[in-house]
């Protein structure tokens, strides 16, 4: 068994959750963000912490939030991570992280070696950071599309902070993207769904099987 660690993402129903809780998932991730099908509620978001709390790192994902809607995700549903995954700079993620106190990652756009360089910027504030395939044109999610990209590009690459490969995985081709890569983390959303925004727990428990295998 590899010591890869693995986030679970778009998680939205108690039974999704229970099922990647009981695989052991590293993190486990609610999304906020109206646009995706993968959005809850913060009731929901709550009720799903709540299950997480204390088993799994609980990351909040957003897009381009306003501080007063972070603070209030902070208050209710109180995550461990948040993730910014819009057009955020790296200055926004440092009053995000003093303001709400948690841990901070962002998640980078990826099609070639160059879009690798804005990771440095933001790896000076950013406790993790999130390389996703670039969503394709006309599309209103910046994540979630499953959508790939060169997993070599991520090979060898130093950043001194941790980071996760993500964008277009799944149970069957997980473990390939990690002997690729290098990575010893990985993230999943869309890999992971019978239909759009929905999980399937049967595949996040292959997925996760599959990723500790490699």
Not at 6 to 32: P, R
Not at 127 to 136: E, N, R
Not at 156 to 171: A, R
Request: with cysteine; proline share 5%.
């Amino acid at each position: 068994m590899s010591d890869v660690k693995v986030k679970i993402c778009g998680l939205s129903t108690e039974e999704t959750m229970e099922a990647a809780l009981d695989a052991g998932a590293d993190m486990v991730g609610l999304m906020f963000f109206p646009k995706s099908p993968r959005h809850v509620s913060l009731s929901k978001a709550c009720k799903l912490a709540d299950m997480a709390r204390g088993k799994s790192q609980i990351v909040a994902v957003t897009v381009d939030m306003d501080p007063d809607g972070l603070s209030r995700i902070r208050e209710l549903v109180n995550p461990d991570i948040f993730q910014f995954h819009g057009s955020e700079a790296p200055e926004a993620l440092a009053a995000a992280k003093v303001m709400q106190g948690t841990k901070v990652m962002k998640a980078l756009s990826v099609a070639d070696r160059e879009d690798l360089e804005r990771a440095h910027y933001y790896s000076i504030v950013a406790d993790w950071i999130l390389f996703d395939a670039k969503p394709p044109k006309g599309s209103e999610l910046p994540g979630g599309n499953g959508v790939s990209y060169d997993w070599t590009l991520l090979k060898d690459l130093d950043l001194n902070k941790p980071f996760l490969l993500s964008g277009g995985l799944d149970p069957a081709n997980v473990a390939d993207a990690i002997r690729q890569s290098g990575v010893s983390a990985v993230d999943v959303s869309s890999g992971v769904e019978r239909e759009k925004g929905v999980k399937d727990s049967e595949l996040i428990r292959a997925f996760m099987a599959a990723a500790r295998s490699a």
